[in-house]
């Protein structure tokens, strides 16, 4: 395999951008031409001694804003662990740099539109779970690595990496269109990657979960749903969890994504907006595309479906359960489970019902495994596709048991676990196992729903408890709070980072300027007035107690009527996607 190269110097000079691979046997520098924006391979005696020098761990990209194109690189690294002895990084700290040296030839409104477009990106920047390693494909799962071609195996991390996980695709697209520049750049994945030393019975293996996060049909939680033409599902997510011992490899690998038909779920001030499934579009089009691209990928599916069986949430269910009927495909069954309802009043060990319930087809399946000589002992035929409505809380506990039973299987076959013993009783694994599955819960549900995930206490602890009640509380306000009033910044800075919009220089307006109604600043003030007033009448009593009562009354009324029309109105007041019209996309 045609490595990357692991460290640079950039050296930054009026004319050019250099940017020198460090290490054994290194000579390239890359050049990028700040003014022609060429990017060309030279030599280091071109770097004139005048340049200003600073390390960087990487290169994200280029990317073009209104003030012209941008260079973003990697400038902070942290290793995650080894993997098959190959460092994974995380990406913790990154810079933009303008290739312009001056924004004086732009005009007011240019400047303000540039300075956003660079907050959108440090938004996405800024958000945890970018991962890379330069001499190993993270892309790809272990079964997949391993049946694969002589000419794949050549191939360099860039040809080679699963598009649907390359995060820095868009900003990489330059690199890839020339070979020669493929050692300086790498695929960085977005998700969440633990490695963890353990030991059972006095024997050391090394354990592994990787969350792949789809960058096809990206975004956040209200405002991308269902799937789009093309077949790719919202909040698409491959997790494999691997175990090493004594050279000895398993594997086993889940995915999760949202309801694959055009269904929405737009935000509008309401705690839970109603799904709406479309009327208008041919859902089994999608739907087949969906399937097919799963069974190619990943074998028989076995769908499961956690969504509560009645209430807003039933039709989906309905819906989806009819689909998979009129798809007539043997590869893919379809298993629905009321999570909520199955565990209401705290009976989390219910669960197990599910569980034993899909043991058989688990067991079917099997999981990737290939010894220390590299022969292949057993393939995973299928996966579990588990879905819940954000793919996130309910989903992961589910993900949770099903690995830990997989892994249960693979520790006996290894010779980790003696006969008759269980993970459950390995009380210093057990901890590492919750905890790492839990953390895995909170990246995945920071980076769709913007907070940590709900549920986590169950994951980590084994039973749900008060303390989780009152922070998946916590956690659900700071949710409504950013699906209603920050997320459409977040969905445009996703689409702005992954080439769903494209900012021209030529353009003069961009579609940030966007005219607000005149009900959005008015109601919130009348409101906010006519409530002050209601109180101030409280507290201070008129000359008689009617008097005060018909202030009280009027104020009262004034303000519970906004309210109400703010409310009736609730998809004006929040902060919906600018770049991108996702209603026409969906």
């Known amino acids: 395999m045609a490595t990357a190269y692991e460290r640079f110097k950039l050296h930054t000079s009026p004319e050019k951008f250099y940017i020198e691979a460090c290490g054994d046997g290194a000579n390239d520098v890359l050049a990028i031409d700040r003014v022609s924006t060429e990017i060309i391979l030279t030599v280091k005696k071109d770097i004139p001694p005048s340049a200003v020098t600073r390390p960087i761990c990487g290169i994200m990209g280029t990317i073009r804003l209104v003030a012209g194109m941008y260079l973003i690189i990697i400038t902070k690294k942290k290793k995650v662990g080894d993997l098959f002895g190959h460092t994974i990084w995380k990406a913790t700290e990154f810079d933009i740099i303008s290739y ?31 991962y890379f390693a330069t001499n190993y494909d993270l892309t790809h799962s272990l079964q997949r690595l391993s049946n694969t071609s002589p000419e794949f195996q050549e191939m360099s991390l860039l040809e080679r990496a699963d598009q649907r996980f390359v995060w820095n695709g868009h900003l990489l697209r330059e690199f890839t269109a020339q070979p020669e520049l493929h050692k300086f750049a790498f695929p960085v994945l977005h998700g969440y990657i633990v490695v963890k030393s353990c030991c059972i019975n006095g024997k050391y293996f090394d354990w592994i979960i990787i969350s792949r996060r789809s960058c096809f049909r990206a975004g956040v939680r209200y405002y991308v749903r269902g799937i789009d033409s093309e077949g790719h599902a919202a909040n698409f997510v491959e997790t494999e969890q691997i175990v090493q011992y004594s050279g000895n490899k398993a594997s086993f690998v889940q995915t999760r994504g949202s309801m694959p038909f055009f269904w929405s779920q737009r935000p509008n ?51 989806f359960a009819k689909m998979v009927t009129s798809l007539g495909n043997g590869m893919v069954k379809y298993v629905a489970f009321d999570f909520h309802k199955e565990c209401s009043q705290m009976r989390w060990e219910r669960l197990q019902i599910l569980v034993d319930r899909v043991a058989e087809m688990q067991d079917e399946f099997g999981y ?116 209603n009033f920050s997320d459409g910044f977040r969905q445009d800075s996703i689409d702005l980072f992954l080439g769903n919009y494209a900012v021209d220089e030529a353009d003069s307006s961009t579609p940030l300027h966007v005219q607000k109604d005149w009900k959005f600043l008015t109601l919130p003030i009348i409101m906010v007035v006519a409530f002050s007033m209601c109180i101030i009448c409280l507290l201070m009593a008129g000359d008689t107690w009617t008097e005060t009562l018909a202030y009280v009354l009027f104020w009262g009324t004034a303000s519970i009527g906004t309210a109400a029309i703010i409310l009736f109105n609730g998809n004006e007041f929040v902060d919906a996607p600018k770049l991108v019209q996702k209603e026409k996309m969906d």
């Open 100 to 130: 312009k040296k001056t924004v004086l030839h732009l005009t007011d409104n240019q400047m303000q539109d540039n300075k956003c477009f660079l907050a959108m990106l440090n938004n996405v920047l800024n958000t945890d779970g970018f």
């Open 269 to 319: 001030l309401k705690y839970k907006p109603k799904p709406q499934i479309s009327k208008t579009i041919n859902h089994m089009d999608g739907f087949q595309r969906h399937f097919d691209s799963q069974i190619i990928s990943y074998g028989k599916q076995v769908v499961l479906n956690l969504i509560n069986q009645k209430g807003s949430e039933n039709p989906l269910e309905q819906a």
């Open 368 to 483: 990737f495994m290939v010894d220390s000589d590299g022969k292949v002992l057993m393939q995973q035929e299928g996966t579990f596709r588990s879905n819940c409505m954000d793919c996130l809380d309910r989903t992961n506990v589910i993900q949770s048991l099903l690995a830990r039973r997989s892994l249960q299987s693979q520790l006996q076959r290894l010779g980790v676990l003696h006969v008759g013993q269980r993970i459950e009783e390995q009380d210093d694994f057990e901890n590492i196992y919750k905890n790492a599955w839990a953390d895995n819960a909170n990246a995945c549900a920071k980076q769709y729903a913007g907070t940590g995930a709900l549920k986590t206490d169950f994951t980590r602890t084994g039973k749900r408890t008060q303390w989780g009640l009152v922070m998946d509380g916590w956690n659900s306000m700071i949710r409504y709070y950013k699906n």
